[in-house]
């Protein structure tokens, strides 16, 4: 065995998956102690990015590194071995009640200035930008997406079906309604870089006179540079037809977009319909309320708030203005009907990702104001991702629901190192002044990519580097040899970038053996119909995609699959050597953490993390030839299957196992497997001794367990809990803690 120590980085982050941490990592760590393998911490929490990007007025002991610049700089290294949980990708509503929690605890960090008028209000809303949004996965991204469902856990799910799918009636009205002209799709252009350069941005309004949006974007040889545009009045009218018709149909109306990840561009696009569905009061009232800097991108919800401001009988009559539209307007989705909670509240609580799969898996419905399913309209204005939400819509309306029981898997390889495609875009993201020209201009002075914009359209450029594309074409090839599944690109021609990466894939595909595969490129609806037919056949087929799309269908997939996408198996070959192993998605964790501090009882499910641990182990046992580390890895393994067969799972309702639990049992589970494997007799002998402390203590660790349910929960904080107060609630078990603690 080697006798070099390797570092496992387990990422500290936000709501749910944080407070498991509390409970897992205790064992993780206490199962590695002395195998050369180190677990250790780094916090890039929500709260955490915050504190680190201000550390100007803090003490010294509440100032914390820059842990997400260390990261990204290992994950670009061979010793990069990082577990990363989800994390919040936080709206500027999420970020601001961050902050006030921080402030409350004597942290002295500024207000994030929605609309900045001074020089240093500006320099403070541009040092939150690195906060905001997907900040976190394009620094650690330094490789591909290979996301699937792991061997044991598909069969699990088959063998027990999730009961949660809705069967689709025989008449729906439900709908994906999408834009036919003037979004990002319409005016996609794109093209390769011959060689490396420096470009600009500028604005070129009517007028002739030229603005500087952005200097010094540096490109490399082969990159890919695209350019598209939003038309918001081609936008708004979407959205009045749109809502016109729910309206004569009696159907929900709902807004599906990712204001999280697409962090400048979303938002708006959000606030439009906003403005347009209670057009009636905000324009009525729309001196008084730029005046106290209501904002539509950040919801109605922002709206009501600010409305605080006002006497009390002005505020009534903005209240009563806003409340007569919905006699005139279509009902919208709930996010949570007994509150009032719309569809149009907050930018951050309907996510396309997590929502339409749910629509599907609902039997085309949402939620309705008396908590009652209704089919719904649902807007996904874009016709780039659009149109294969509407494909599974239409099949199911169709052919009816999937059977969980009986389908097949479609696993994903995404094209996602160093910000590829739209994620990478925000810093190229701009809102036209006026009426006029946005180009990218290259060195020379060329302009390599110009579109036309009215006031108020929003531009949009970003990049896809060379060597992330041909990494993902050799794992997509390399997936489709390993599992014998047909491999297809999920690639529309008739879009400027698609045209661009199709080129791509035709140079490189020959530089690998590809003999005996089916690969295939479609558009992503023929991609989509023609893997919706395999998987009601029980087929799987492996989607090699862009960083959207990845994001998209690795979320629908295992949702309709799985019951959610948090089971999924995500690993990240780094380019440079390493590995980043995520634990799925963190869309429902605010709900969880609701739930906890209401009742005790948190039913987070720590599966992904305990599958993310087992290729971390294999990656050191590959790398450094420990053979501790391939046993944890095959024990571990083998103490998953057991955990699924023997459903410790949470469960949803509280005095019944919860994620404490579920750890509890993935402890027990492990600690026999290494009990009983012949390879390693110290590694035998010491959890021998585990395994017979804890089956003779089962009963009483439950007892201790379930006492700490059904009672509300003080952690000491929603984005950044107490650290104490959150381990004494996570690890309740005085028996547990001791066995662990003592191995």
Known sequence: ?????????????????????????????????????????????????IIANFPDKLREDQKIPDYLTQLGELAKTPEANIIKLPNISASVPQLQAAIKELQAKGYDVPDYPEEPKTEEEKKIQARYAKVLGSAV?????????????????????????????????????????????????????????????????EFVGN?????????????????????????????????????????????LLSLHLKATMMKVSDPIMFGHCVSVFYKDALEKHAATLKEIGANPNFGLGD????????PADKKAQIEADIQACYGKQPDLAMVDSSKGITNLHVPNDVIVDASMPVVVRDGGKMWNKNDQLQDTIAMVPDRCYATMYREIVEDCKRHGQFNPATMGSVANVGLMAQKAEEYGSHDKTFEAPAAGVIRIVNSAGQALLEQKVEKGDIFRACQTKDIPIKDWVKLAVNRGKASGEPVVFWLDEKRGHDAEIIKKINKYLPEFDTKGLDIRVLPPVEAMKFSLERVRKGQN??????????????????????????????????????????????????????????EGHLRWDSLGEYCALVPSLEMIAANTGNQKAAILAETLDAAIGKYLENQKEPSRKVNEIDNRG?????????????????KDKDLAARFTQVAQQIESNEAKINQELLAAQGRPVDIGG?????????AKEMRPSATFNAIIDSI
Do not use: C
């Not at 749910?16 to 180190?38: D, R």
């Open 137 to 201: 996965n394009p620094v650690l991204r330094e490789g591909n997406s290979d996301r699937r469902a792991a061997a044991s856990v598909k069969k699990f799910a088959q063998k027990n079906p999730h009961r949660m799918m809705k069967p689709w009636p025989e008449v729906s009205q439900t709908r994906v309604a999408h834009m036919d002209s003037g979004d990002f799709y319409a005016t996609e252009q794109s093209v390769t870089m011959d060689k490396a350069d420096t470009v600009k941005f």
């Open 1 to 49: 065995m080697s006798t070099k120590t390797s570092k496992i980085i387990w990422s500290e982050i936000d709501e749910a998956p944080a407070l498991a941490t509390y409970s897992l990592l205790p064992i993780v760590q206490a199962f590695t102690k002395g195998t050369g393998i180190e677990v250790e911490t780094q916090d890039i929490s929500l709260s955490g990015r």
């Open 303 to 310: 709206i009501l708030a600010k409305l605080n401001k006002l």
């Open 541 to 598: 087929t492996i989607a090699a995609t862009g960083n959207v799309l990845r994001d998209y269908l690795t979320d629908l997939f295992p949702i309709l699959e799985l019951g959610t996408s948090a089971r999924m198996l995500s690993i990240v070959p780094l380019i440079d050597g390493g590995g980043l192993f995520e634990t799925g998605a963190g869309g429902s964790a605010p709900k969880h953490v609701q739930q906890f501090l209401k």
């Open 207 to 251: 007028d002739g006179k030229v603005t500087l949006l952005r200097d010094g974007l540096k490109l490399q040889a082969g990159e890919v540079l695209d350019s598209s545009v939003m038309n918001v009045a081609a936008l708004r009218k979407f959205y009045a037809e749109t809502i016109e018709e729910a309206k004569q149909k009696g159907v």
């Open 662 to 678: 579920s750890n509890f049992y993935i402890a027990f589970y492990w600690a026999q497997a290494l009990a009983m494997q012949t």
């Open 718 to 726: 929603y984005f950044r809990p107490d650290p104490a107060k959150a």
